[in-house]
């Protein structure tokens, strides 16, 4: 049978797996063998399967394909310190997209794209610069942590915390993104806890709207950068459509709906939005709701030119903050050397 005729088996759920081997003669139990290799062990090619008699490796061989075997990961980077890394992989149709993997004291997690490109043109990021190319599909989502959990799995580790803040825009590709997420949650697939993945959005209301009437209880994040209304929307000219005040208020009606509290990303950028007014504004904004500020010094995107301000200014404005209660966190910085910290993901691979 021609490649293209095979049937994409990865990302299936189990009992359609079930039903799609017992038509092509192979027992049942088969697809329950090949369900723990694909997702718990991270093997994806039918002969390396070691439980699997080689007449029915290459039956399956014949008829289905398995993504991840079938994209190449066109660069590999890893980190100085060796706990970040940072994957380029090429897409079935020649697009590439970025994913970053992580190793922290409490597990590994993994940034991944939901979008190649992107367009919603925030000044400050690198996965706009080229524009907008495609949606990921649910499955291209999926990939992007089976090929982490291939480098992590023969360690001992493997991703256990999902955020979804690499290229794209996940709410403008919200069915997609949440079939992806439902299926990673599968305890017979990667059974990652909905608690520990995060959705972060530079404010597509509707969306959020949307997102709150699935009822599932993910994190949600949203890109805020400035509580000025202008000064948000020179740096993010999605406020034009979606309102800083409205932003903020559909994110407290999905901590409402979800139990969780939302968390704004708030990117210091030196002389643009560091000043002790503008933490002031943010104070304001955010007072008496459900709600944590993570404050991440802008990271260097060559074509951009945004520095991120001094120590001292960083400090004072999360001192501020606190004085102000404000539940707030500086973002840990990973990965920089190699260009995988925020903001600097990309769908092609641009310098090294
Ligand atoms: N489109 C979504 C998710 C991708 S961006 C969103 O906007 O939230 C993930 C986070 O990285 C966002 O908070 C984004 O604003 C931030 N980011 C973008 N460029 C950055 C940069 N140069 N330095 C630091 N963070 C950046």
């Not at 014949?62 to 994209?71: E, H, K, R, S």
């Not at 995107?301 to 903050?321: C, H, M, N, Q, W």
Request: with cysteine; charged share 25%; glycine share 6%.
């Amino acid at each position: 049978m021609r490649q293209m005729d095979k049937k994409e088996i990865f990302g299936m759920g189990l009992s359609e797996l079930q039903s799609l081997f017992i038509d092509k003669g192979l027992k049942k139990y088969r697809a329950d063998q090949v369900f723990d290799w694909l997702y718990k062990k991270s093997v994806f090619t039918f002969s390396e399967m070691k439980n699997i008699a080689r007449s029915d490796a290459e039956l399956m061989n014949d008829n289905f394909t398995v993504l991840p075997a079938n994209v190449k990961i066109l660069r590999r980077q890893q980190s100085a310190d060796g706990l970040t890394t940072k994957d380029l992989v090429e897409l079935t149709d020649g697009n590439t997209v970025e994913t970053v993997s992580m190793k922290h004291d409490y597990g590994c997690s993994i940034c991944v794209s939901s979008q190649v490109g992107c367009n919603m043109g925030c000044a400050f990021c690198a996965s706009g610069i080229g524009g907008f190319v495609r949606n990921l599909s649910p499955q291209e989502i999926l990939l992007q942590i089976a090929l982490s959990n291939q480098l992590l799995v023969p360690a001992g580790g493997r991703i256990s915390r999902i955020v979804v803040m690499g290229s794209g825009e996940p709410l403008l590709n919200l069915d997609a993104v949440l079939e992806a997420l439902t299926f990673a949650h599968r305890e017979d697939a990667f059974n990652i806890s909905c608690r520990n993945m995060t959705v972060s959005t530079c404010g597509i209301v509707p969306g959020i709207d949307a997102l709150a009437g699935k009822g599932i209880r993910l994190n949600l994040a949203i890109s805020l950068h400035a509580a000025n209304n202008d000064l948000r929307s020179e740096l993010m000219p999605v406020n034009d459509t979606y309102a800083l005040t409205e932003v903020i208020a559909a994110a407290e009606r999905y901590a409402r709906t979800s139990g969780r509290q939302v968390t704004y990303e708030y990117i210091l950028i030196a002389g643009k939005n560091d000043s002790l007014t503008d933490a002031e504004l943010l104070a304001n904004a955010l007072r008496f709701k459900h709600a944590s500020v993570n404050l991440i010094p802008v990271n260097p995107v060559e074509e951009k030119g945004y520095r991120r301000p001094s120590t001292e200014r960083i400090d004072a404005f999360l001192r501020f903050l606190q004085k102000r209660k404000i539940n707030v966190t500086i973002r840990k910085e990973m990965g920089k050397d190699i260009d995988a910290a925020c903001g600097q993901l990309r769908s092609k691979a641009m310098k090294r």
